[in-house]
């Protein structure tokens, strides 16, 4: 499965950006993902999401951020509201292995990863 990740840019604080992420090659896989990393820090979990929907964030976009999927069009979403300027990351969308369907925040247990996009909040 490959990923690609778009949407990010160069937003003011207080904005809303929504990233997506296609996937080619296959499709979704049962457990998606978007990660971040910012410049010095590590990579950090966002969100998360089954192909049942089920949906887990991490405590510091709890909120503000929704993560959804459209297995239809082979695509996941990250909605961004409120955005700060500690949000300015590189974004990751990531993919569990196909026949895993437990989510999971570390990022090792993800098998699949698009590129990045980024997301520059000024203040």
């Known amino acids: 499965v490959q990923l690609q990740a778009s949407g990010g840019g160069l937003v003011q604080a207080g904005d809303s950006l929504r990233l997506s992420c296609a996937a080619s090659g296959g499709t979704l896989t049962n457990v998606m993902a978007w990660f971040r990393q910012a410049p010095g820090k590590e990579r950090e979990f966002v969100a998360a999401?089954?192909?049942?929907?089920?949906?887990v964030y991490g405590d510091s976009v709890k909120g503000r951020y929704t993560i959804s999927r459209d297995d239809a069009k082979n695509t996941m979403y990250l909605q961004m509201n409120s955005l700060k300027p500690e949000d300015t990351a590189v974004y990751f969308c990531?993919?569990?292995?196909?026949?895993?369907?437990?989510?999971?925040?570390?990022?090792?247990?993800?098998?699949?990863w698009g590129q990045g996009t980024l997301v520059t909040v000024s203040s």
């Open positions: 990531a993919a569990r292995s196909p026949a895993v369907t437990v989510i999971h925040r570390t990022a090792r247990s993800y098998t699949y």
């Open positions: 999401i089954s192909r049942t929907s089920s949906t």
